[in-house]
């Protein structure tokens, strides 16, 4: 079965910093993974997606993600963090045969600082 | 659009009592997934729905329960409730089943207090 890590439970980070957020997947093959975001008071959003090709991927609000298959990671990344962004980040990880749910890790909560 | 709808917001019990979650999907999405979110799990997977059959169970009692009505809304059913079921429930819906390829879009959630 696949599984998911965020090593990171809190980031704290200036406005207009850059942002990097880990995420580590175990799984035989090449997965579907994603991004979500939660803010507070609300349900998730897909930031982004990789399922094949071009390994890094642009997403919403100015998020990429670079999937590295040496490394089982899939790290998110923005280069200027805006206020807004504070949140709660999701990674999650799916396999082709489709009748499998996805698995989400635990999640990276995001503070941004003035 | 509308998008999906959770009923109730908030939601105050007190243990050994049960109580029904309500979901409606997007306007043409057929499949709606569960989710429990809670601090230290994160989102744990409880059951996807697809044209009123249940598709895939995740790991959790016989004491949640669910089921799709024919017009794609579906309801979650916990009974006996423990101190524990304290969570956000999360509602997803999709085009079609099979999440590991699909976007999901997910409802504001439901929070369960259980006292």
């Known amino acids: 079965a696949q599984s998911v890590t965020q090593p990171d439970i809190h980031i704290t980070v200036s406005e207009g910093a850059s942002l990097e957020l880990r995420c580590n997947y175990s799984?035989?093959?090449?997965?579907?993974l994603f991004w979500y975001v939660q803010s507070p008071g609300q349900g998730l959003q897909l930031l982004l997606k990789y399922f094949s090709g071009d390994t890094l991927v642009q997403g919403i609000k100015g998020f990429e993600a670079e999937f590295k298959r040496s490394q089982s990671s899939f790290n998110l990344r923005k280069p200027s963090v805006h206020w807004s962004d504070a949140a709660e980040y999701f990674c999650?990880?799916?396999?082709?045969?489709?009748?499998?749910?996805?698995?989400f890790g635990k999640g990276t909560r995001l503070s941004v600082i003035a | 659009k509308a998008g999906v709808t959770q009923t109730p917001r908030y939601l105050i019990k007190t243990r050994g009592q049960q109580v029904t979650l309500s979901c409606s999907p997007i306007s043409g999405h057929r499949s709606v997934s569960w989710y429990q979110q809670t601090p230290g799990q994160g989102l744990q997977f409880l059951f996807e729905?697809?044209?009123?059959?249940?598709?895939n169970k995740g790991n959790f009692p016989g004491r949640f329960s669910g089921r799709q009505f024919s017009n794609s809304r579906s309801e979650m059913n916990v009974s006996t409730l423990e101190l524990g079921d304290s969570a956000l429930y999360l509602c997803a819906s999709s085009l079609t089943p099979g999440q590991s390829n699909e976007k999901l879009f997910f409802g504001s959630g439901t929070q369960l207090s259980v006292l």
């Open positions: 729905y697809f044209s009123e059959t249940q598709r």
């Open positions: 799984y035989g093959a090449t997965p579907y």
């Open positions: 999650a990880v799916g396999i082709h045969s489709g009748n499998t749910p996805l698995v």
